[in-house]
């Protein structure tokens, strides 16, 4: 099998696994319980707070641990503008982008039903990019949070996040950035990305599933969603995951470690790929930005087929991707990212995407170019279009 959906999930790293163990087994204290065995864990958590904090050049203390990248994400955008609207209730607007993960569309949308918000909606362009011009359209002196992803999950669209957050941080706005994908591509620096909260998922850098991280800047009000016992300085109650967070911090510093060899590497194999791709398919269509794009995704429309038919006949020859968002799976609907794009329903509901960890090699992109030719060309041949 070779196995192009990383963007929905990666293995976990044996360095990962091999970190975590003993707050698996034999450390496995409560991090608020006073004895040894909570003494320990709560080092353990201390030490993979500061971690965390050195990758992404910040204080410890702005970093809060919560169960993934969708809780990361609700707790930015509700947490921040319910917190700037009782200090202010003439902030009643949020800013999101026309491309966000649906863990951002939909707090946003919670906001608007329950919460007397207006969402504001920054189109993209046709590569799904935000300009800085659009933002600046949108922006008004009642907007409480800006959200803008960093990278996009479905075509990989890199957006230019230091602009807009400096555009954002000009009128007082704080800027949340949706990093989730970008994370283990992409440099995480958050003073020079200019933003005031991001979110990272540890499955997607090597580590388990359920658990992530955000980053709140110390300036940045912020209203918890879980109440209890006041956990992560009261941002986010709850027992804390110790054996998870040592696990994204250690996968966190194997991706900073190796990331510029990775990401050279892995844009390589990523552009030979794509020109197999659109070289040997007729109509094949790349969506997303043609340069600015994480090094590990490839997506594709490809006009007179079904993209799950395709996806069908990928996995019978043995590889594994998606027709998009995994968190998506199961819908009929075309892609709201594709039709963002200004790309027609019919051809939107034929997208395929490739994405790749960093053990990707040049053999399994052939072999998988040559699949991806063979499966389209079948369908095509066969007639299996949506009907």
Known sequence: MIFLDAAATSPVCREVLEAMWPYLTGEFGNPSSHHSLGDSAAAALADARKTVAAVLGCRPGEITFTSGGTEADNLAVKGIALARQAADPALNRVVISAVEHPAVEESARYLERFHGFIVDVVPVDGNG???????AAVLRDETALVSIMYANNEVGTVQPVAELADLARGRGIPFHTDAVQAAGWLPLDVRALGVDALSISGHKLGAPKGNGVLFVRGRTRIEP????GGQ????????????GAVALATALT???????????????????????????IPGALLTGHPSERLPSVASFCFPGTSGESVLLELERQGVVCSSGSACAAGSDA???????????????????????DSSVTAADLEAAAAAVTAAVGSVRHLGLIPG
């Not at 990019?129 to 933002?135: G, R």
């Not at 969603?225 to 209890?228: E, Q, R």
């Not at 992560?232 to 054996?243: F, H, K, P």
């Not at 075309?334 to 790749?356: D, H, N």
């Open 129 to 135: 990019t935000v300009t800085p011009e659009a933002l």
């Open 225 to 228: 969603l879980v109440h209890g």
């Open 232 to 243: 992560e300085r009261g941002r986010r109650s709850g027992t804390e995951n110790v054996a």
């Open 254 to 280: 194997l991706a900073r470690a190796d990331r510029p060899a990775l990401a050279a590497r892995v844009t390589g194999l990523r552009d030979r790929f794509i020109a197999a791709v659109l070289g040997s």
């Open 334 to 356: 075309p892609s709201p990212v594709l039709v963002a794009l200004g790309i027609e329903t019919e051809v939107a509901q034929t997208a395929v995407r490739f994405s790749f």
